[in-house]
């Protein structure tokens, strides 16, 4: 089982950056596929990225192409989301997920316009 803690989140102001971090614990962080999704109010849950078990492969939602960035660091079971040019419609709370198996328990990202 993987528990993950999501950090980093915040009020900016739109056209700010933030970058969130997910801590998993356990030995297998390597083995799963992470991914970020995220949630606003009365909006189902929706995708924003994804990276393969090495980091080498990334997938992003186009809403956010060209502005966020997914990383992973294996030797510190952490996987980030660097959020650039943020706008108002980028307020929800975003969750991190192994394989889409374990979630967190979620970040709030509120961006003033």
């Known amino acids: 089982q993987v528990q993950l803690v999501e950090s980093g989140g915040g009020l900016v102001q739109a056209g700010g950056s933030l970058k969130l971090s997910c801590a998993a614990s356990?030995?297998?962080?390597?083995?799963?596929?992470m991914g970020w999704a995220r949630q606003a109010p009365g909006k189902e849950r929706e995708f924003v990225a994804t990276v393969s078990r090495s980091g080498g492969n990334t997938i992003y939602a186009d809403s956010v192409k060209g502005r966020f960035t997914i990383s992973r660091d294996n030797a510190k079971n952490t996987v980030y989301l660097q959020m650039n040019n943020l706008k108002p419609e980028d307020s929800a709370v975003y969750y991190c997920?192994?394989?889409?198996?374990?979630w967190g328990q979620g970040t709030q990202v509120t961006v003033s316009s």
């Open positions: 997920h192994a394989d889409r198996l374990y």
């Open positions: 356990g030995r297998t962080f390597s083995t799963y596929t």
